[in-house]
């Protein structure tokens, strides 16, 4: 078990709907950190860059669409494996498919629009928060 920083977006479908802070709420409870956030609109060009990776993906226009549909709040979290704990608290990509009590099935309605996202593994999320953030847009949480 290692201390790691992964990256967090509430989509703009659970902004929307007022969902932020019962997100952050699970989050704490899980005992992952809040390090660093911001909320922002993403312009076509960063939600097309961002998910770069899907570019020929069928889904991609519409995923670039949806993303810049509305404010997105974007955080680094940390803590014990944090990676896969905020994979653990998203759930299953299809909310259709997710385990009750994660996020995309209790609060989204479709694969389009499935509330969060999270880094998938340790160079993801390095790359994603220095997009974001930047190398030093972090607050370390020494006390
Ligand atoms: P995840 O967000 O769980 O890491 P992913 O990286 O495979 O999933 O896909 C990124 C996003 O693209 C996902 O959150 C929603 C969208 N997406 C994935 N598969 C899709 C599909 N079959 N139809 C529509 N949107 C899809
Ligand atoms: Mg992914």
């Not at 922002?40 to 549909?69: C, I, N, W």
């Not at 994603?128 to 972090?138: L, P, Y």
Request: charged fraction near 25%; glycine fraction near 8%.
């Amino acid at each position: 078990m290692a201390v790691e920083r992964t990256l967090s977006i509430i989509k703009p479908d659970a902004v929307a709907k007022n969902l932020i802070g019962q997100i952050y709420a699970r989050f704490e409870a899980a005992g992952l950190r809040i390090v660093a956030a911001r909320m922002l609109q993403l312009s076509e060009e960063q939600a097309g860059a961002f998910y770069a990776v899907h570019k020929e993906r069928p889904f991609y226009k519409d995923l670039v669409t949806f993303m810049t549909s509305g404010p997105v709040m974007v955080q680094v979290l940390e803590g014990e494996s944090a990676i896969q704990k905020n994979r653990d608290i998203m759930g299953a990509t299809d909310p259709k498919k997710a385990a009750a009590g994660t996020l995309r099935h209790d609060f989204a309605d479709s694969v389009d629009e499935n509330a969060a996202h999270g880094s998938d593994g340790p160079e993801t999320a390095a790359a994603e928060i220095e997009f974001f953030f930047g190398r030093d847009g972090i607050c370390p949480r020494t006390r």
